[in-house]
């Protein structure tokens, strides 16, 4: 099986920066996409970002020019910088990777971080 394991949530003041990993390990044959997703209180989970294998990227609006997605390759690993922080990015935020575990592709997720941004 795949693992997906994030890092690097936590406390900050409206305005600061805060960086996300994610890591997958196991059974790898293929990594595809990966991303970000979140889910406020009360709220769905919604997309914010994602990146190809090969570096191509797509933001969700609310989040274009504050965030930035990488990812490194060869540790099978991608990051999220964050910053001018707001307190709607407040959420539990989850990393998602599409996966060739051989001729079969499948989504996993990581265990969710949280984000909390104080006004």
């Known amino acids: 099986q795949v693992q997906l394991v994030e890092s690097g949530g936590g406390l900050v003041q409206s305005g600061g920066s805060l960086r996300l990993s994610c890591a997958a390990s196991?059974?790898?044959?293929?990594?595809?996409?990966m991303g970000w997703y979140r889910q406020a209180p009360g709220k769905q989970r919604e997309w914010v970002v994602s990146?190809?294998?090969?570096?191509?990227?797509n933001y969700a609006d609310s989040v274009k020019g504050r965030f930035t997605i990488s990812r490194d390759n060869a540790k099978n690993t991608v990051y999220l910088e964050m910053n001018n922080l707001k307190p709607e990015d407040t959420a539990v935020y989850y990393c998602?990777?599409?996966?060739?575990?051989?001729?079969?592709?499948?989504?996993?997720w990581g265990q969710g971080t949280q984000v909390t941004v104080s006004s």
């Open positions: 990146i190809s294998s090969g570096g191509s990227t």
């Open positions: 196991g059974r790898i044959f293929r990594l595809n996409a």
């Open positions: 998602h990777a599409n996966v060739g575990t051989g001729p079969i592709l499948n989504d996993y």
